[in-house]
């Protein structure tokens, strides 16, 4: 952990690094103003660069989501939207995970961009990249692990997880678009979607048959297959024959973060903010249909990442982050911000700290209650929450508690100025 400025970090927390000018009409109308400004001064100046305090926020609201519906006062008592889709289909919360990553490919577009316009050569950004995917995915592990004791935390580990995905996907969507051209970007985002379905529909999937009769079972697909073949039995404890952060279904996740570099280069393109934010919202329109159109032959589905998951899911991403963009930095309505931008700027330190606390209140750590120990999370919920609201309604107020306490600790970390860069 280290104390730094956010306003020169260039990490995947960075995204401040656009370089448009700001309020800029148009190019030419920058190189007079910069012409000027130098005939004037007698040296040359450097445009002011733009700083989107929305992508902190996106971010942040993201990272603040997975909490919410991470943390329930009992998972045997939460509002529907609040959970997962069974199998087929889409809840708000369905929508976190990939909002994530779409922002992760927003933030290393820029990311990049700006070790280049300082000079870094082309070993020091894959050698970067590659560190930073590692230690994503190294932290996956840890957390996994958590708290380390007894042994079965090591024998029985689940190795695929969310961290893992994410560093798995911020490794393949930096490093197959490091060097591409937005139609090569384009090429590259239809291979990932499109041989995903292929190979999820019409290979036949061993002793089970052709993959497209398979969907409607989560242990029968292609993926759950590959699945089980590289991890073993080391897969989520709740589906045991599967697993909804799996190996091969974070080939199409790679996609999401693909189309999140698209994004961001559109949105550090030379044009006026409006006609930016007015681009990206209708293309997100546009990959939510056309997501929506695909789920008829290949169901949106987030346990398996399916193809027509990521249009939809990306598209509904561009449109959030449009509207974003559009009420905080052109009408200027950040009086609401200030909590997502704590969460914004440490997500590392917010989902990793917020997983070893539940980790430790969820089950490890144990008080005597009503004859027997239990829990100190099902003691704090039970006497402070259920014993005086509606079961469902007890269960989200503990979540939202859980909330805003993250969001008390981040921002006494972000007065200390104190972030964690990967």
Known sequence: ??????????????????????????????????????????APVRPQRERLLSLDVFRGMTVAAMLLVNNPGSWGAI??????????????????????LFIVGVTTHLSLAARRARGDDEGAIVGQIMRRGLLIILFGLVLAAFPFFPATRFTDIRLPGVLQRIG???????????????RQQVAILAA????????????????????????????????AYIDRAVFGAHLWRSSVTWDPEGLFSTVPAVGTVVLGVLAGRWLSAPRPL?????????VGSLCMVAGLMWGWSFPINKS??????????????????????????????TWWTRPFRWYGMNPMIAFVGSGMMARLIYSVLTVPYR???APIQRVIFEQYYASWLAPRNASLLFAVTFVLLWAVLLGVLHRKRIFFKV
């Open 1 to 42: 952990m280290t104390a730094i400025d956010p306003r020169s970090s260039d990490g995947i927390n960075a995204a401040e690094a656009l370089s448009v000018p700001t309020n800029a009409p148009s190019p030419a109308t920058d190189s007079r103003a910069i012409a000027s400004a130098e005939s004037k001064a007698g």
């Open 79 to 100: 509002y529907p939207p609040l959970g997962h889709a069974r199998w087929h289909g889409w809840t708000p919360t369905d929508l976190i995970f990939p909002f994530f």
């Open 304 to 333: 398996l990442w399916t193809s027509s998951y990521v249009l939809f899911t990306a598209g509904m991403a561009a449109a959030t982050l449009a509207t974003c963009t559009w009420l905080i930095d052109m009408l200027g309505l």
């Open 274 to 282: 409006a006609e930016r934010l007015v681009a990206l919202f209708a």
């Open 371 to 373: 004859g027997e120990r």
């Open 192 to 223: 990932l979607l499109y041989g995903y379905w292929f190979a999820m529909t019409l290979l036949p999937v061993p002793g089970r048959g052709m993959g497209a009769l398979l969907l409607d079972d989560p242990s029968a697909s292609l993926a």
């Open 168 to 182: 798995l996907a911020y490794l393949g969507g930096a490093l197959l678009t490091r060097r591409a051209s937005a």
